[in-house]
């Protein structure tokens, strides 16, 4: 089961790290995505890792700001998030794309991955 570290809520400009973890699934083998949601949106991609942290990618919204990676020795998968905006806000959830994967590519829809952490709220507010 994924789970995600605590959000919390942050003044504008600056940072938080998520993290990522699975008591099952060995994270390294398989594509990991970060989405967000704000209530009555939908789920948005915000960054992926492929697996064996062959490629990443990144929102345009966050591209520069949010620093995805891995942590093999601890099974974790972390998102940093620097110079956060009050438009970050949001529920942000870690999902497992399962078998079968492509080596070196990571999906950017949420349709593509089958196991959702519960999710973890991120306020950017002074």
Not at 31 to 48: H, M
Not at 54 to 75: C, H, L, M, P, Q
């Amino acid at each position: 089961q994924l789970v995600e570290s605590a959000g919390g809520l942050v003044q504008p400009g600056g940072s938080l790290r998520l993290s990522c973890t699975d008591s099952g699934f060995t994270l390294d083998n398989y594509p990991i995505g970060w989405f967000r949601q704000a209530p009555g949106n939908d789920r948005e991609p915000v960054s992926c890792i492929s697996s064996y942290a062959g490629s990443t990618y990144y929102a345009e919204s966050v591209k520069g700001r949010f620093t995805i990676s891995r942590d093999r020795a601890n099974n974790t998968v972390y998102m940093q998030m620097n110079r956060l905006k009050p438009e970050d806000t949001d529920v942000y959830y870690c999902a497992l794309q399962g078998p079968p994967i492509r080596l070196g590519v990571c999906p950017k829809t949420g349709a593509a991955y089958g196991n959702w952490g519960q999710g973890t709220q991120v306020t950017v507010a002074s």
